[in-house]
Every structure is written in structure tokens, then in C-alpha cells.
């Protein structure tokens, strides 16, 4: 496939073109701009990610755009920086969301680009800031008793514990992590943090304990291979 090359009237015409179909769905442009390019993030299509960045720039120029649907735009696009490695773009993007979630009073938005900051951080090896933003999304988070967003929160911060050579506490939130995500039923969460478990498991020399981590991960592939 080819990637379709940008230009002024193209992304003019495109924009207009999202603005009148919104319309006709009564959904503000900027809301379709953002679900839109959330679900070119979920669905990982490599293809069109710079043409979505410049759409949701584009987008929030229009009239209609509320601080929160903002914060949502800034949101998706960092989701979409991360998507092609541009971290430093993306953290940008992170902040300027999380300063938009706090404005409105969006706390689960707020949780939500404190995690992402999180993330980002991590990927950079930037873990003493990846563990303040995700101590802080991880708070925010249990007090609105969210177990998706703890699940996030404390699996980032055993990553992060883990770099940082804390193996007591990494352990301790991959635990936390893992009971949030089997609450909520995320069987690829489940696998990937039995991995991490496993692994803690192991660097504790505690193999009859990591031993049934890689296992029970094991099932859970084979399962959805099926």
C-alpha cells in the first residue's frame, strides 16, 4: 500500500468533509475526529497515523471544541505520537491533556493522561518521572475505584520499580495489576502480567513460584489462538 501524500487541499477538503458527515450523525467534528482516530490507534493501521495527527490539529481549530473535547483531541494524538515512536511529541500532547482534564474537572481524564505520561516517560528510561505520574493517576484512580485504570497505574509502576532495581515493590504492583485486570476480565492483560510476575519471580530466585505464572500465560495464548 501507498502512503497518500499530504497537502493543504487535501486535508481541507477531508476536514470538510468529516465536518458535514458529522452533521448528518449530530455528533460535533471534533468528537468524530477523536473516535476516529481512536480506533486507528486499537486497530494499530500504521497507514494513515501522521494524516490523523494533522486532522486533530486541524480539528480543534474549530468553534465548537470545548475544553474537554480538546483535552480528548490532545489525548488521541498523543495515543497516535506513541503509536509512532515520537515521545517526546507525545508527552507534549499528554501534558496538554492532562491541563485540559484538570481545568474541566474530567478526573478520569485526568487519571487517564497521568498514565499516559506515565508510559511515555517509561519508554524513554525516564523512570523516576514515569513513577510520580504513575503514583499520581494510581491515586486518583482508586479513589474512583476504576480497576482498568489501576491495573494500568500499577503495572507501570512495577515496570518502572523494576528499572529501578526495587524488586519488592515492582512485585507488589504487578500484583495489584494482575488482580485489577482479572476483575475485569482483560485476558490479554492477565497473560502479559503473569509474564512480568513470572519474570519478578525468577530474578527472586523463587522459580516453583514463576514456574505456574508462565504456565497459567501459556493457556490464556493457546486459548485465544483457538
Not at 149 to 168: F, Q, V
Not at 178 to 195: E, K, S
Not at 205 to 222: H, S, T
Request: some cysteine.
Amino acid at each position: 500500500m501507498t502512503i497518500r501524500p499530504l497537502s493543504d487541499n487535501s486535508l481541507q477538503r477531508d476536514a470538510l468533509a468529516i465536518e458535514y458527515f458529522s452533521l448528518l450523525a449530530e455528533r460535533d467534528p471534533i468528537q468524530a475526529v477523536t473516535v476516529w482516530a481512536a480506533e486507528f490507534e486499537t486497530a494499530r493501521i500504521a497507514l494513515n497515523l501522521t494524516y490523523c495527527q494533522q486532522l486533530l490539529r486541524e480539528s480543534r481549530r474549530w468553534t465548537r471544541a470545548t475544553p474537554d473535547i480538546r483535552a480528548q483531541s490532545y489525548d488521541s494524538e498523543g495515543l497516535l505520537a506513541q503509536s509512532l515512536t515520537a515521545w517526546e511529541r507525545a508527552i507534549r500532547c499528554h501534558q496538554r491533556a492532562l491541563q485540559l482534564f484538570q481545568q474541566v474537572g474530567n478526573r478520569h481524564g485526568t487519571a487517564h493522561a497521568l498514565n499516559n505520561l506515565s508510559l511515555a516517560f517509561l519508554e524513554q528510561s525516564r523512570f523516576q518521572e514515569a513513577v510520580e505520574y504513575g503514583e499520581a493517576s494510581l491515586t486518583l484512580s482508586r479513589e474512583l475505584r476504576s480497576d482498568k485504570d489501576i491495573g494500568r497505574a500499577a503495572g507501570n509502576l512495577a515496570i518502572a520499580h523494576r528499572h529501578l532495581g526495587r524488586l519488592d515493590q515492582a512485585l507488589a504492583f504487578t500484583e495489584e495489576a494482575l488482580a485489577c485486570f482479572r476483575r475485569v476480565g482483560d485476558q490479554r492483560q492477565i497473560g502479559r502480567t503473569l509474564t512480568n510476575l513470572g519474570n519478578l519471580y525468577r530474578r527472586r530466585g523463587e522459580p516453583e513460584r514463576a514456574v505456574p505464572c508462565f504456565q497459567e500465560d501459556l493457556a490464556i495464548c493457546e486459548a485465544q489462538a483457538d
